[in-house]
Nanobody, 124 residues
């Protein structure tokens, strides 16, 4: 059985940093592209960052480029999202997703497995 579980979300002040983790089990992690998405109430889920299976290729939404860094540890079957210089508009539920053999898509529905999300709150 596949499990995808995000952690690390919490309340942080604007300008601060957080690192989110996405732990997986039940899948061959190194064969999956990984993505981070976020959603606020009343809005569609939006792409934040993606990383290919090897970790050598990444992709970022313009809104987070230069502030967020996605990474992965295939030995630990875990992906990460380092978030720096956080802004109030970064507040959302952050979701991790895994895409088997995927090309690091920006489309949520291209992913095979998802976590339950972790809440990030940014105070101004």
């Amino acid at each position: 059985q596949v499990h995808v579980a995000e952690s690390g979300g919490r309340l942080v002040q604007a300008g601060g940093s957080l690192r989110l983790s996405c732990a997986t089990s039940g899948l061959t992690f190194s064969t999956y592209a990984m993505g981070w998405f976020r959603q606020v109430p009343g809005k569609e889920r939006e792409f934040v960052a993606g990383i290919n299976w090897s970790g050598y290729t990444t992709d970022y939404a313009d809104s987070v480029k230069g502030r967020f860094t996605i990474s992965r540890d295939n030995a630990e079957s875990t992906a990460y999202l380092q978030m720096n210089s956080l802004k109030p508009e970064d507040a959302a539920v952050y979701y991790c997703a895994a895409d088997y053999g995927g090309p690091m898509s920006r489309e949520w529905n291209q992913y095979d497995y998802y976590g339950q999300g972790t809440q990030v709150t940014v105070s101004s």
